[in-house]
Every structure is written in C-alpha cells, then in structure tokens.
C-alpha cells in the first residue's frame, strides 16, 4: 500500500504545492500513472468548500507552464487537475493525520484470522505506518502495507431523494 512517491512525483509536488496556495487551494496528491499507452499526470486539490470545475482550470493553467518551464517529464502525458472527490484515497501521512477522527474503510489485501477483508470504523490514529480503527466499540490495528486501499468514507451519507 505505501509507496514512495517517485522523482517525478516529488518534482510536480514542489512545482504544484505553491501553485495551489496562491489559489487559495490544498495539494492533496500528485500521482504519474501508466494507463494503456498513455501516461496521465493527475494533480488533486482540494479545498475547505468544495472544488470548483474553476478552481481545476484554474490550476491547470497555473501549473501548466511550471510543468513547461521545469519540464520534469521526458515523455508526453496528459494533465488532469481534478478533486480527490468522495471516498477519497488515503496515502500519506497527512491524508491520515486529516481523516483522524472520521469514518474510513480499508480492504486488506488477504483476509484476517477471521477471513475478513472488508472493515468500516472511525479513524483513532496512525503511527509509523499503523492505523488505530474503532469498530463496532473496539479498537483494532492495520498495518498500512496490509492493505489494498484505505479510503475515507464520507459518500456514507450522500443519499437520493426519490420523492
């Protein structure tokens, strides 16, 4: 599950975190990721309120000529500036630090002693790598390398109302 994130992450990080403050934006995650043939650069932001299909162009215009200039990027890609949006993935530490206290739900990647994979419960803590989860009144321990995903849960309450 945790990655280190690569040159080229960390290079659009340094570029894209400034970029987003003066937007009055967060940097919540870069990522580089191969799909097919192509190569997609993905630039999260968020912010208190809400993320703006603005707020995206926005960045992407800011970003775009940092990424010109600096050029950290021998291939060709396509930039995609976008919300991390509901059930957004936790990777790093600060994306734990900020869901402390808020539902997440986590699938390991083999089941537990009980043959359980799945689990929903409020974020107690994390620790060099370790999440403390209350669950149905318990608290019980993940190893973040255990793994397959860790999202936080606030699609729980979006509902439809039909009538």
């Known amino acids: 599950m945790a990655k280190k994130d690569s040159p080229t992450v960390q290079k659009v990080s340094?570029?894209?975190?400034?970029?987003?403050?003066?937007l009055g934006l967060i940097l919540w995650d870069v990522r580089f990721e191969k799909e097919g043939a192509s190569w997609f650069l993905r630039v999260f932001i968020d912010k208190a309120d809400g993320v703006s299909i603005d707020d995206c162009e926005a960045m992407s215009r800011k970003l775009d000529p940092l990424l010109d200039e600096a050029d950290p990027i021998e291939q060709s890609y396509y930039l995609e500036v976008s919300s991390p949006g509901l059930g957004r993935e936790l990777r790093k530490p600060d994306h734990f630090a900020f869901a402390v206290g808020k539902e997440i739900r986590l699938h390991l990647i083999r089941p537990d002693g009980d043959g359980l994979r799945d689990f929903t419960g409020v974020l107690a803590g994390y620790d060099?790598?370790?999440?403390?989860?209350?669950?149905?009144?318990?608290?019980?321990?993940?190893?973040?390398?255990a793994c397959a995903y860790i999202k936080l849960d606030d699609d729980s309450d979006i509902g439809f109302n039909l009538e």
Not at 14 to 21: D, K, N, Q, S
Not at 133 to 139: A, S
């Open 14 to 22: 340094e570029l894209a975190r400034p970029a987003a403050e003066e």
């Open 128 to 145: 060099g790598g370790v999440l403390s989860l209350h669950i149905d009144g318990e608290t019980r321990c993940f190893d973040e390398n």
